[in-house]
């Protein structure tokens, strides 16, 4: 599994792209700049199946629709795909609407892709569907965790006891020695954020 972080957008998302050695990959989180995505795929010559997106925030998904690939998203962010009050794309953008997700994704779903088990987990509390993503030793956390923070709870449908809970209860329970990729920011890992708490 190799793994290329895409710095875009004014809020600086990590956009993911995973993928294996026969160059079958697939996007976490797409959230601005498609064209220096479209460059990556091209010059690496991947062959993209899907997009997961951890949430529906407009800084990481603001590509989906441009890339044109299938999106996957967890069931409760869903609808915000394609309501732009609840993506925040009408404060930033006006209207803007992804399109359908093609898959929705549920807690404990596996994703078989080659041969990696992505496993999704859910998080709620930056937004009510929010997803991190488990593969082999690493953890993609969106904006749930980061190194050395955690994601907004003030933003509407933010919980602060409900991030807390999913970071204590379904992320600081996996092994210290797995690497978190947030949403923002620079890497960590568990054991590392398992002292923030």
């Known amino acids: 599994m190799m793994i290329k972080r895409i710095v875009v957008g004014s809020l600086q998302t990590n956009c993911y792209i995973v993928s294996s050695d026969n160059k079958d990959a697939f996007i976490i989180d797409p959230g601005d700049e498609a064209d220096i995505i479209k460059k990556f795929i091209k010059d690496k010559k991947l062959k993209i199946h899907f ?11 603001k590509a989906d629709s ?3 690939f299938p999106v996957y998203i967890h069931r409760l962010d869903a609808p915000m795909l394609e ?13 803007f609407n992804v399109c359908k ?4 994704l549920n807690d404990g779903d596996i994703i078989k892709f080659g041969d990696l088990n992505i496993e999704i987990i859910h998080t709620p509390g930056h937004t009510p569907g929010g997803i991190s993503l488990k593969i082999d030793k690493v953890v993609f956390t969106g904006d749930t965790l980061f190194r050395d923070g955690i994601g907004r709870t003030d933003l509407p449908d933010g919980s602060h006891e ?4 999913s970071i204590k209860n379904r992320l600081l329970c996996l092994d210290d020695s ?6 923002h920011g620079e890497l960590s890992t568990i054991g590392r954020e398992r002292g923030n708490f």
């Open 51 to 61: 997009i997961v997106n951890t949430h529906s925030h407009i800084d990481h998904i």
């Open 66 to 68: 441009e890339l044109g």
């Open 83 to 95: 309501d732009s009050s609840k993506n925040f794309s009408t404060y930033i953008l006006g209207e």
């Open 101 to 104: 997700p093609a898959r929705i």
């Open 162 to 165: 409900a991030i807390i809970s």
């Open 178 to 183: 797995l690497e978190i990729y947030p949403g």
